[in-house]
């Protein structure tokens, strides 16, 4: 068997399934594929130095390694908060209007590249297989070539994949999306990204594509393009379920609710997660319904993100003066409508308050899958379900096709689906959500890295068919 190389931005080592709590599926997912092949696990340590040397840091983990190297501050700046989180983020989220194209985070950003392919060049052995994570390494599989490397290179994209006609208002997209094609498999989360990509790449690129397939042959590249689905670690989070800390979470915000119905929202504080359409949803419900604040606590879990960015920090200060304001109109002297609570939370405490909650609203304006969403359908009582409220634009929309699926911009069929969900009989509660479950419970995220290795390494599955992890058995 292969052995993995994992290249992602950050890399986060778990103490072993089901004692993790703080990290979420991605990392589980990773030390997973990580400890079953042995490997090694690469990427940004997080620290700046002043001067970038390289070095590479090595530390053993559970049956794997993971090798870390610092950057410099202004790479940090122009790579990661610039090109990934201030151009491709916006951008492939579809906010053109948030999107910053400057030479200087393009430069930056390719200078990464280059150097986490000298550094990674090193580790590499004859028969590795290599998996780079996400947006920050679009032009990784290129420059690795450059190097001579003719290994297996797989990218998996966690967020969607932009329509042509905004992809085609970045500068140099064309030399950005031909770099990617020489990776051997990219993944996406959703058919509609997929499509998206394969749409591009004939329109923009004249590539040669073959839809049935997802390949795609472009001077002398050949790449297979592929919708893989992200799920949760569905049994390890199930285990948390069980452990007195989600308990006490759960009796904690279900007494505090005094009665009324608890509609949750989780979300990292971004701009791409819908949350100011939110609280305009619940004003349109508390507009037309008086007694709303007896019935009804909406609990909006946030925690910022990003805060060196100037779009996070405006999208705080946004929420934070749409929440004052509604409560300000809407609270009695004694209840509060909505609690924005602007920290995170550990994964078996948000089992605890998914569990409390009989509405989950889950209405980002774009979102490549959305995992809390899963972790919400997971996280039910099977007797007595709440319901989950999910936005179209999230790459999980497809999969979950029996959540009250609504467009998060149109503030009546949002405030809709709420009093839908609000009266909803609990034989339906339970028809949807055995749907739900059983979607999440059988597409988890150990499947999902078995899928996409397996896709990298055609020639080992003919050799064997053995799984590779209990979970794809
Ligand atoms: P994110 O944009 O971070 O991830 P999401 O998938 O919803 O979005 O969340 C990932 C994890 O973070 C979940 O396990 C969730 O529990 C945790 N989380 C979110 N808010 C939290 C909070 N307030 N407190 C504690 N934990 C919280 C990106 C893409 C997504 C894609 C994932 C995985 O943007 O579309 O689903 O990667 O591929």
Not at 141 to 153: I, K, M, P, V, Y
Not at 383 to 398: H, N, Q
Request: proline share 4%.
């Amino acid at each position: 068997m292969s052995r993995l190389i994992v290249v992602s931005n950050r890399v986060s080592v778990t103490k072993g399934r089901g004692a993790a709590g703080a990290q979420g599926g991605l990392a589980v997912a990773m030390n997973g594929a990580l400890r079953a092949r042995g490997g090694i696990w690469f990427g940004w340590s997080g620290k700046e130095v002043d001067e970038f040397t390289g070095q590479l840091t090595m530390q053993r983990a559970d049956g794997f390694t993971t090798a870390t190297i610092d950057l410099e501050p202004h790479d940090v700046e122009e790579y990661y908060n610039g090109y990934a989180n201030r151009t491709i983020w916006p951008l492939f989220h579809y906010r053109i209007d948030l999107a910053e194209y400057e030479n200087e985070f393009g430069r930056g950003y390719e200078r990464v590249n280059e150097q986490f392919a000298n550094s990674l060049i090193p580790l590499v052995e004859e028969e590795d297989i290599i998996w780079v994570q996400d947006y920050h390494f679009l032009p990784l599989g290129e420059r690795l070539r450059a190097h001579g490397l003719d290994n297996r290179l797989g990218l998996f994209l966690h967020i969607p994949w932009p329509p042509a006609r905004l992809l085609v208002s970045l500068p140099y997209h064309e030399r950005l999306v031909e770099a990617m094609l020489h990776y051997d498999v990219i993944g996406f989360q959703s058919v509609e990204w997929l499509e998206s990509f394969l749409h591009y790449c004939r329109k923009e690129l004249h590539a040669e594509v073959d839809e049935a397939t997802g390949t795609i042959r472009h001077k002398g590249n050949v790449t297979t393009a592929r919708a893989f689905p992200i799920g949760i670690d569905h049994s390890e989070f199930l285990a948390l379920g069980e452990t007195d800390e989600a308990k006490r979470a759960y009796e904690r915000l279900a007494s505090s609710a005094r009665n009324r119905t608890v509609v949750i929202g989780v979300d990292r504080l971004d701009y791409s997660k819908g949350l100011p359409e939110r609280i305009d949803a619940m004003e349109r419900l508390f507009a037309s319904h008086e007694d709303m604040v007896n019935q009804l606590l909406y609990i909006q879990i946030a925690p910022p993100s990003r805060e060196d960015v100037q779009s996070y920090r405006q999208i705080r200060a946004t929420l934070e003066r749409k929440t004052g304001q509604f409560n300000g109109a809407h609270s009695d002297v004694d209840l509060v409508p909505i609690r924005y609570v602007n920290r995170g939370f550990g994964r078996a405490e948000l089992f605890g308050f998914y569990r409390a909650a009989k509405i989950g609203l889950v209405t980002p304006i774009r979102d490549g899958m959305n995992l809390v969403a899963k972790e919400y359908v997971a996280a039910q009582d099977p007797e007595d379900p709440g319901v989950l409220i999910l936005s179209r634009f999230a790459g999980a929309a497809e999969q979950l096709t029996d959540a009250l699926l609504v467009n998060p911009l149109n503030h009546e069929e949002v405030t809709r689906a709420i009093w839908t969900a609000l009266h909803m009989p609990l034989a339906e509660r339970k028809a949807r959500w055995e749907k739900l479950y059983r979607v999440v419970r059988d597409a988890d995220v150990l499947g999902w890295a078995d899928d996409f290795i397996t896709a990298l390494t055609p020639e080992e599955t003919q050799k064997s068919s053995a799984p590779l992890t209990p979970a794809a058995a």
